[in-house]
Each structure stands twice: as C-alpha cells, then as structure tokens.
C-alpha cells in the first residue's frame, strides 16, 4: 500500500519537473522576444531551480522514510 502511495507520489513530482522544463524550453525559446522576457525568463529560471531543490529534498526524505520501513 505505501509503495503505491510512494510511487504515485514519484510520478506526480517527475510529471511536474516535466511541465517545468517544457516550460523553460519554451520561455527560453521566446527569449529573444521583446517586452521584457529575459526577466520573466530569469524568473522563470529561478522558480524552475527552487522547485528542483524542494524536489530533490523530498525525493531525499522519501528515500530515508523506505530506508527506516525496509529496515
């Protein structure tokens, strides 16, 4: 039960870093445009950053809480 839980949690969190890399392709892409778009790009960036960090936490943390149930 808890291993469905914890892979349906994973493939939530990869479809989610999926969405924010398609959408920095995409704001990179629309880079060279005008009306400010290198800084909606750096945010963009920025936001794309934190989440991976806050992701790689998680992930972090799941892998401690399998640790602490398999032992």
Known sequence: MHEDRIDSALGRIEAAMARIA????????QAGQP??????VVEL?????????????????????????EA
């Open 22 to 29: 398609a959408a920095r392709e995409s704001a990179a892409a």
């Open 35 to 40: 009306a400010g778009g290198s800084t909606r």
């Open 45 to 69: 960036v920025n936001a794309h950053e934190k989440l991976r960090e806050q992701v790689a936490e998680s992930l972090r943390e799941l892998d401690d809480l399998i640790g602490q149930l």
